[in-house]
C-alpha cells in the first residue's frame, strides 16, 4: 500500500505543472509521512492540499487518497465514503466512477456489513452500457451479499446463472452454493456442490475444508460409513485434528451401537 501511495504522489509530481512552491513541497511532505507510517498526519496535510484549491485533477487524486488513507489505515469507513462519495460527484470521468465506487461497495461489504448498499453499488457498477472488466466479480459480490441476508432464493438463483454462463467466478460459486444448502439442511445437494467444487477447484485448503463438510453431510444422512471413510481420508490433511478425530469417534461409536 504504501508503494502504491508512493507512485501516486511521484505520478502526481510529473503530470502536474501547474501548482505552487507551497502545494509541491504539502504533496512531498505528505508521502513522507505515508513512508513513516504517521497516516494522520498525511490525511490533515492531503486536507490542506484540498484547502489550496487545487486542479481537478490533483483534487480527485488526493481525494481518492485521503479516502484511501481512510479506509485501509485509520479505520474511518464512513469518512473513506464520503472522500470516495465527492470524487464521484466531482468529475464525469468513467474511471473514476468505478474506482470510487469499487471502494464504497468493499467497505459495505467486509467492514460496515451493509449489504443492501453493497448490493446497491454493484448493481450500479454492473449496469453500465459498456461491461467492465470486473463485472463478474460484482455479480459473485451480489450473491455473497444475498446470501448475508439470508436471501438465499436470489443469492442460489445468481450462483446458479454464474456457474451456468461459465464466468469467472463459476468455481467458487459451487462451494458457495454447497455452502448455502448445507446451512439449509439439504445434505444431498450440498454434497453434490461440494464434490463438483472439488473436481475443478486447485485450492487445496478450500478443498480440505470441503471434504470435512461432505463427510460431515454424509453423518447428517446417517449414511456412517461413507461418512467414516471421508472424515478418515481427512486425517494428517484438516486443520484441527482433534475436531476430526471426535467426528471420527462420533461416527464409530454410532456404527458400533447398530451393530448390537
Known amino acids: ?63 481518492f487518497q485521503l479516502g ?24 464525469n470521468d468513467v474511471l473514476w466512477h468505478v474506482k ?5 461497495a468493499d467497505i459495505y461489504m467486509n467492514n460496515i456489513k451493509d449489504y443492501n448498499e453493497a448490493i446497491n453499488i454493484y448493481s450500479k457498477l454492473m449496469s453500465f452500457e459498456k461491461k467492465l472488466a470486473k463485472s463478474d466479480f460484482y455479480n459473485f459480490q451480489k ?26 467466478f463459476s468455481k467458487d460459486a459451487l462451494n458457495e452454493l454447497a455452502k448455502i444448502y448445507f446451512v439449509k439442511r439439504k445434505w444431498k445437494l450440498a454434497i453434490k456442490y461440494w464434490k463438483s467444487f ?6 487445496n485448503n478450500k478443498k480440505i475444508i470441503a471434504t470435512y463438510f461432505i463427510a460431515n453431510s454424509y453423518e447428517n444422512l446417517d449414511l456412517l460409513e461413507k461418512s467414516y471413510e471421508t472424515y478418515s481420508s481427512l486425517i494428517g490433511k484438516y486443520p484441527n485434528q482433534e475436531i476430526l478425530n471426535a467426528r471420527l469417534e462420533s461416527v464409530y461409536q454410532r456404527r458400533v451401537d447398530r451393530k448390537r
Not at 450473491?143 to 469467472?168: P, R
Open 68 to 91: 484511501e488513507i481512510n479506509y485501509k489505515h485509520l479505520g474511518q469507513f464512513k469518512k473513506a465514503i464520503n472522500y470516495f462519495s465527492i470524487v464521484i460527484k466531482n468529475t
Open 143 to 168: 450473491a455473497k451479499a444475498f446470501t448475508e441476508l439470508k436471501n438465499y432464493k436470489t443469492a442460489i438463483k445468481i450462483y446458479s446463472e454464474i456457474i451456468n454462463n461459465k464466468e469467472e
Open 198 to 203: 472439488n473436481k475443478v477447484s486447485k485450492n
Open 1 to 63: 500500500m504504501k508503494k502504491k501511495l508512493t507512485n501516486f504522489l511521484l505520478l502526481l509530481i510529473m503530470v502536474s505543472c501547474s501548482y505552487s512552491t507551497g502545494l509541491y513541497e504539502d504533496i512531498l511532505k505528505a508521502q513522507e509521512f505515508i513512508k513513516s507510517n504517521e497516516y494522520s498526519k498525511a490525511s490533515s496535510l492531503y486536507e490542506r492540499i484540498l484547502d489550496k484549491n487545487p486542479s481537478s485533477e490533483i483534487k480527485n487524486k488526493v481525494l
Open 100 to 104: 470510487a465506487s469499487e471502494k464504497i
